[in-house]
């Protein structure tokens, strides 16, 4: 009895599970479900191809995921954005890109025409903005040249002409470089001044790194305008050169040697050498040196060659002069003497000369000699050479010197500054040098 309910129960319960079963196979894509994606697959690109309009001759055909592209396009960039436009369809499994550049010279030039008439099209909208910023920019770059124009705001603020013009020149790149910025607002397009400033930067290190001696030159030119270490007709050593000073242009310092040349010295040179300014103080010392016989009596014959060099009427008795015992060498004893002129009225070398010429000569009266520094060679087996007993050649008694003192004034300084005054009348050549500017 019990085995016939349990043979009813299982005869009840096997057609549901099979029915289960049924139902469970056919939950899967059916064809016509696959059929149906691949429809909307081909219908979504072609729509999205549709509203970009560069891909009209473009065939879209999808099969079990598996998209197809077929036709031509007008680049090949066109062609190779398909595959990334595709892919990011839905339901995609893979692509074939069918599609080639046309050969078409007149669809490959569509696109071009297209761009140009549109850029036409945004010239002529942009036209009117573009003439206000132009007059603008035209406007404030004419005031920034007025405005440079103006000499005594400029010349009261510099110290001397050539930093005049320089904050002139300032001046105006300020002005252009607003009258930019001003054009650029006013046509929106502010986002291209970073790109124009990064492009000049890169050109200005360029150049700079091209004319470095140049820019090194022209800062020197300015620091030396502003504190300058000499005047005109001044004698200086610079860089081991000695002259007279004529100008000091933006590009070099000119200099009178004594021989009568130019020397051109570039500032930046002027400015790195160590300079020497022998017209700074109206007082300046010369010196020389004097030998005499290693049996003299030394301490009478300095004091007597100082007292001689102090009794000088162009030596001044303020700072006082000197002497001193030098070195012994193989020909005597020599005497270091100096002695103090003022360089303004009396003419160094002559000075020295004539100082040099009296010493000798109050020695010699003294009785002291002179060292002979000449030598006789005798060759071993030959007579002895004999002195020449010509008196036409070899006087007895030298003559004496002139105890007069000889002119010694500054003719040939004054000749120079003459030379030098002519040169600097000349107004057409630029001069940075200025009686009221800061010396150092």
Known sequence: MHFFRLLALLTFLLPATVSTAQDTLTGSISAEQSDQMDANIAVRIREILGELGNYDDV?????????????????????????????RIEGVVAIKNDVTETTNIRRRLDPAVDRFMNRIEQLMVQLPLALIALTVFLLVVWVGTWVGRWRNPWDRLAPNAFIADLFRTLVRIAFVIAAIVIALDIMNATALLSTILGAAGLIGLAIGFAVR?????????????????????????????????????????????????????PNATVFKSRIINFSQNRERRFTFTI???????????????????????????????????????????????????????????????????LVKRAIEASGVSLPNTTYTLQMEGTAAPTRPTNPKTVPEHPPAESALVAPVAADADVALDRMIEAEREDEQVEDLLREDAAKE
């Open 59 to 87: 065939t879209v055909t999808v099969s079990d995921g598996v998209v197809t592209l077929r036709g031509t396009t007008t680049s090949l960039v066109e062609v190779q954005d398909l595959d990334a436009l595709v892919t």
């Open 213 to 265: 001696d140049t820019v090194e030159n022209f800062i020197a030119s300015v620091m030396l305008s502003v504190r300058q270490p000499f005047r005109p007709n001044d004698v200086v050593e610079i860089n081991g050169d000695q002259g007279k000073v004529i100008r000091l242009t933006s590009r070099a310092t000119i200099l009178l040697s004594f021989d009568g040349n130019h020397i051109r010295i």
């Open 291 to 357: 030998g005499i016989d290693s049996a003299a009596d030394l301490g009478a014959t300095r004091d007597l060659a100082l007292d001689t060099v102090q009794a000088l009427p162009f030596v001044l008795n303020e700072p006082a002069a000197n002497a001193w015992i030098g070195e012994i060498t193989d020909a005597g004893i020599e005497i270091i003497l100096v002695g103090w002129i003022d360089q303004t009225e009396t003419s160094m070398v002559l000075a020295r000369g004539e100082a040099l010429r």
